[in-house]
């Protein structure tokens, strides 16, 4: 007999993410999903952990290229148990270990099942939103894989065209994106300078197989590191002045990849008034007298202009998953009813790599 659970919901925009966790999001009791009403495509899980999303914190603020319509339960992405299948469901079998996939369920999605979100004991998704979880990851690595390697993977092979011998400066390298970057970049042969603000965030860079590990001020470290050339690519999920330094340590022709702004999220209006009144810039004379390739690479909006180009991506990255050669990193685990806890650490910037949340 399945008990009932709980969720999260996100009832209206904040303007703000530490006003979003504070005011629009609270946890109600979720009663449980009828295994009989689920049509003949749908699949029940139980929710076994939820990764806690950089995502989660803008979205819920109204800051994201899209949002959900509240009221919607966040969470992009997570693992759990099979409850139920429809009678068409040919691929997933009751009892299977799975991977919530957040580009075809969940907040992050375009379709009917944008409210269902993994904040929740239960969710209810189309059989083509769960992926066999790897054998080598448990519930909480598998909860953290998908998001943060697809956009590693998306920015620096599919843009950054990053190859065997190159040389790329990752900087915010202890985020969840970061590490995954520092383990893609090793597994095509580049050379990995990991750059970051703390030294006990970057051991856990190094044992994840940085090369070289830079907390604070990098511009002369990395020149010193690279004989005086500078980089071949830049993964910046940073922005602001970290990019200007960045920009200042990057070979003639290197590529500039634009990941994210972690230091100064609120480029947008807060509560989805959209616009970007507070956007970063970069200087165009560098860009220039260093032929520089600028590349914007938004992994989601890019795979909803081309859904085509998620197989060859999706296909690596759970071969490599399957083969133990990812490892994402939690750092912190917390109870679904301790979300905001959770997404305060997210947002304050204690959580190396990842964090998790159990129903």
Known sequence: ???????????????????????????????VPDPKALTSNEVLIRIKSAAVGWVD????????????????TPGLEGTGEVLAVGKDAKRTTVGARVLFDG???????????????TFATYAVLPEEAVLPLPATLDFDQGAALLSAYETAYHCL??????????????????GSTGLAAVELAKL???????????????EVVKASGADHVIAGPFKDQV????????????????????SLEALRCVRFGA???????????????????????????????????????????????????DPSSRAPRLE????????????????????????????????????????????
């Open 1 to 31: 007999m399945l008990e009932a659970g709980t969720r999260v919901v996100v009832d209206r925009f904040a303007e703000s993410p530490e006003e979003a966790i504070d005011t629009v999001m609270s946890l109600v009791p979720q009663p």
């Open 57 to 72: 914190l803008l979205m819920s603020s109204g800051q994201y290229q899209h949002m959900a319509k509240p009221p919607y």
């Open 103 to 117: 580009m075809l369920a969940g907040p992050r999605s375009l379709g009917a099942y944008q409210s269902q979100g």
């Open 157 to 174: 092979i599919t843009r950054g065209r990053l190859t065997a011998g190159e040389t790329v400066l990752i900087l915010g390298a202890s």
């Open 188 to 202: 095509v042969g580049a050379t990995v300078i990991a750059a970051g603000r703390s030294e006990k965030k970057l």
């Open 223 to 242: 020149k010193a590191l690279t004989g005086g050339k500078g980089v071949d690519v830049v993964y910046d999920g940073v922005g602001g002045e970290t």
């Open 255 to 305: 590529r500039f990849l634009i990941v994210g702004w972690a230091s100064t999220p609120n480029v947008a209006k807060g509560a989805g008034g959209r616009g970007a009144p507070n956007a970063n810039q970069l200087p165009t004379n560098l860009m220039m007298m260093k032929s520089l390739d600028v590349l914007g690479c938004p992994m989601a909006i890019s795979t909803a202009m």
């Open 316 to 359: 690596a990255i759970l071969a490599w998953a399957e083969a133990g050669k990812l490892r994402p990193h939690v750092s912190h685990r917390f109870a679904l009813s301790d979300f905001q806890s959770a997404l305060r650490a997210k947002w304050t910037g204690e959580v190396i790599g990842n964090a998790v949340l159990h129903p």
